[in-house]
């Protein structure tokens, strides 16, 4: 689907229930909705599909104002007079708007499944910086939502959602054949480790705010405002200010015990292939039909591999 041609319209009934479909931009029943929830009578959650505007910001939709049921996608935050007094109570505000409305429950609940698929690559990467595995869990279910082949308008790829020199700095390996940006294992403990960078603060909120708005100005905050977010909060830019609380909120749910379902891990899906060392002459159609794997399924076992008609010999895929 364009989702430049579309709006999405959430409907909520009057038992809270929440449904969403597509309209047309600019169509009879777009200008309709639009109408009816202008003069008043908001019976629908209206979210805005992409938008079109170059270099628009992406705030998430639990940080957005919520006018009875209006949410808008280009949402500008709130402005530092009315800045949340304490981290822990935007936190709590925003695990709300989570936890209350059943369209952002679930829709947190299907990153964090996502992210299960990859549950012991997320323990490692935890194990080997020492950085809370629910605080990996939340900034990726924040950066991606779980999805493998998640890419930004900025660059970032993969399910940890890195820059090409970022990952590159890390140790990944990104040529024309291979991106290991979007190979789950490396790319958790890659972004865990840059994370690591920025543990010299001990401190979440601290982590995050060097992550998003850069180490070297995030140092020379805290050494002329101090490390407390009461002090740090209105030197901030909104988009940093939110992220931080989006994350942790996430983070808080998953301290609580927020239930979601697990899937299969990907590894265990990857132990009931074989290794499959290319040869001369060999190709994608080659190999499924020699091995009787579908291309759909050796491509899902390689997420690394970019480009499948420069694969050379010696190089193995799961098969």
Not at 45 to 73: C, D, F, M, R, W
Not at 261 to 267: A, G, P, Q, V, Y
Not at 294 to 314: A, D, F, L, M
Request: net charge positive.
């Amino acid at each position: 689907m364009n989702q430049d041609k579309y709006i999405q319209i959430i409907r909520r009934d009057k038992k809270g229930n929440i449904t969403a479909n597509y309209v047309k931009r600019n169509s009879a029943k777009s200008n309709r909705l639009k109408k009816a929830v202008m003069g008043g009578l908001a019976l629908a959650v209206l979210a805005a599909g992409i938008s079109t505007l170059k270099g628009s910001k992406h705030y998430p939709i639990e940080n957005k104002p919520i006018i009875e049921n209006i949410i808008e996608q280009n949402y500008k935050p709130t402005s530092n007079n009315s800045i949340e007094s304490s981290l822990e109570s935007a936190i709590e505000r925003n695990r709300d708007r989570l936890t209350n409305n059943l369209y952002n429950k679930r829709s947190i609940g299907n990153s964090f499944s996502e992210l299960s698929k990859y549950d012991d690559y997320l323990t490692k990467a935890s194990n080997e910086t020492n950085i809370d595995k629910n605080l990996l869990y939340a900034i990726f279910a924040a950066e991606s939502k779980g999805k493998l082949r998640a890419n930004s308008h900025k660059g970032a790829k993969g399910p940890a959602q890195l820059m090409k020199g970022t990952a590159k700095e890390m140790g990944l390996k990104i040529d024309d054949v291979i991106d290991e940006r979007y190979d789950p294992e490396k790319a958790f403990v890659a972004g865990a480790k840059y994370l690591k960078k920025y543990n010299q603060f001990n401190e979440d909120h601290l982590i995050l705010i060097s992550y998003n708005y850069g180490p070297t100005v995030t140092n020379k905050m805290v050494k002329k405002y101090g490390k407390s977010w009461d002090n740090l909060k209105s030197h901030l830019p909104n988009e940093t200010r939110n992220y931080v609380i989006k994350v942790l909120s996430r983070k808080q749910l998953l301290d609580d015990g927020f239930y979601f379902d697990k899937k299969i891990l990907f590894s265990e899906i990857l132990g009931n292939t074989n290794d499959c060392i290319i040869e001369k002459g060999d190709t994608i159609n080659k190999i499924s039909r020699e091995k009787g794997k579908s291309v759909k399924e050796i491509k899902e076992n390689n997420p690394h591999i970019r480009n499948y008609n420069k694969i050379k010999p010696g190089m193995v895929l799961k098969v």
